[in-house]
């Protein structure tokens, strides 16, 4: 950890990225406190106000630590994307306080050091429909550059595609031809990327969503279950669906922590993938090296 933050230039934004459970936080909050500067939230799930516990948010002895940014800011049924975020970010880029931007939506922090097309919003109408669609049946409908741009595995991408082509008439991959320059590039901050094996990352994972449904995870539930909808963005958190039906009784716990941890090693190797093909010449940090530094 010491090596670290010595090559870490206090007068840089800094960049963290990783899988999920790799560790990211509690990085940020160290460097914060070793270095001052602002932490500033970039990931998509943990906008949101009604989930502290199963989105892993920072808590509120965390943000004792250092001060924390764009986190549990939005309700419930608050529209987010990437441009929000954007737009959310850049004054902190500007300001006296170094930020330090971390989370695990890559295509944030992509969009950030490589910029982001333009898109027009898409209508309330559009996005009614695409709802109601499978994701196959999506899958099937975008266009082939579409498809070799985007995680085919996820619906979210996939319908985010299928969206934008519906809407403007032009493809996903055609606006992104036309993106303009970013707002952060890459030269002018410090990006690290925590590697986790996944022989490292698995127990954590396999151990983290039992803990949160004993450390308030259930409790977040039943205070959103007459406000819960799975086509909200909210609500589609992993771990969020199988904590409502732990609190409705439509699954039992066990299912539940089976269920949950199986979605989180996906989208952990998801997040793998993502990196190793967008981010291979951010700095990678040993995940499981730097843990055992930073508990001792």
Known sequence: MEQLLADVSPYHPVL????TASGKSALAIAIAEAQGGVVVNADASQVYACWRVLTARPTKLDETRAPHRLFGHLSHDAPYSTGHWLREVAPF????????????????LSALTQGLADIPAVPAEIRARANALTHSAMLADISTASAARVDTKNRARVQRAWEVEEATGRSLA??????PGPLLPRERATCLLLDAPKEWLTPRIELRFARMLDNGGLEEAEAMRDSYDPALLSCKAIGVAEAMGVVTGTMSREAAITSATIATRQYAKRQRTWFRSKMADWRWVDGARLSMTMTN
Request: charge should be negative.
């Open 93 to 108: 880029l500007n300001e006296s306080d170094r930020p330090i931007i971390v989370g695990g939506t890559g295509l944030y």
């Open 16 to 19: 963290i990225a990783g899988p």
């Open 174 to 179: 055609d606006w992104h031809s036309d993106t």
